[in-house]
């Protein structure tokens, strides 16, 4: 089944950016959007990313083909349980959170089963250390990585007499995830699946794991050398690269941290014992050992000019 009509709930960088890179590669159908802050929903209007403002999250939700939640993991974990009882079993709900496992074990019994909306859990591996619709990009996703997990019904529902009809009855919701993914292919992005297990200990790897190591940094130069002039012209484009993601907003990784708390904890651990060995060892070859392995990584990693 088609997607015509589309809502969007949370409208911050994310939210309108997929908005834009809709109608950039050519969506003609209604966006309503909805953001508990209004200024990001009037910017986004004023983008033209979405059609129409909505006046309740709920009815827009009840009246799309598709309903993308974005915004802190929180806060789709709270939409899921709201939009669960009011959605029919053609309608689809997907959202671009930074953690997997929290949220499809919070989805598992209210979606994918029988009589149930849709649920396909996504992440795309693109954003800015800025948040909010004034810093939208339609080109974004450009080149990026969408995951997607699976969050399949529970057990007990499966294994029913009425699974085989659920399954049939469950079609329109598949066909709209179907198009969904097309939907992203076209943004430019590569589509991985994995299980939000999966998903988690990579992104605690990959993405939290530099978040955090760029807080860390900043927080303590800042901490050192605040009413220090001279450091910024000083530090160059090493520092700023270094400490760019920490202008990225609390209000997000605070529920990064909360939800993925195990997997980014065990990732600063190794970390922290790298760092040691490096201090133990800024005088013997081993150093020398430590930039190798790291120049092969680097020149492994996509993109790298190095």
């Known amino acids: 089944m088609p997607i015509e009509t589309i809502a969007i709930l949370g409208t911050g960088l994310i939210g309108a950016s997929v908005s834009l890179a809709l109608r950039s590669h050519g969506f003609t159908g209604s966006i309503t959007g909805?953001?508990?802050?209004?200024?990001q929903l009037h910017t986004a209007l004023s983008l033209g990313a979405i059609t129409v403002i909505a006046d309740d999250p709920l009815t827009a939700a009840a009246e799309s083909n598709l309903i993308l939640l974005a915004g802190p993991v929180f806060t789709i974990l709270e939409n899921l349980d709201r939009l669960a009882p009011i959605l029919r079993e053609d309608q689809l709900v997907t959202d671009v959170g930074s953690v997997k496992g929290a949220i499809c074990a919070h989805a598992r019994d209210k979606y994918n089963g029988p009589g149930q909306p849709g649920f396909l859990p996504g992440h795309p591996m693109a954003g800015k250390e800025v948040s909010g619709a004034a810093n939208a990009d339609a080109a974004l996703f450009l080149g990026s990585v969408w995951l997607f997990t699976e969050c399949a019904p529970p057990t007990e529902l499966s294994s029913r007499p009425e699974a085989a009809s659920a399954a049939a009855a469950e079609g329109s919701?598949?066909?709209?995830?179907?198009?969904?993914?097309?939907?992203?292919?076209k943004f430019g992005c590569r589509i991985i699946d994995l299980s939000p297990e999966r998903h988690d200990v990579l992104c605690a790897w990959i993405s939290h794991l530099p978040q955090f190591v760029s807080t860390a940094m900043a927080a303590?130069?800042?901490e050192e050398f605040a009413a220090n002039p001279d450091l910024l012209p000083i530090g160059g484009r090493a520092l700023r690269e270094m400490?760019?993601?920490g202008a990225s907003p609390f209000s997000m990784w605070r529920d990064i941290?909360?939800?993925n708390s195990d997997a980014i904890a065990a990732a600063l651990h190794a970390l922290e014992q790298r760092l040691a060995h490096l201090r133990e060892n800024l005088k013997s070859p081993e150093l020398r050992d430590e930039f190798e392995q790291a120049n092969?990584?680097?020149?492994r990693t996509p993109g790298s000019k190095a």
């Open 34 to 39: 909805w953001d508990p802050d209004p200024q």
């Open 257 to 259: 941290a909360h939800t």
């Open 173 to 185: 919701a598949s066909s709209r995830a179907q198009a969904w993914r097309e939907w992203v292919s």
């Open 296 to 299: 092969r990584f680097r020149h």
């Open 243 to 245: 400490t760019r993601l």
């Open 220 to 222: 303590l130069l800042e």
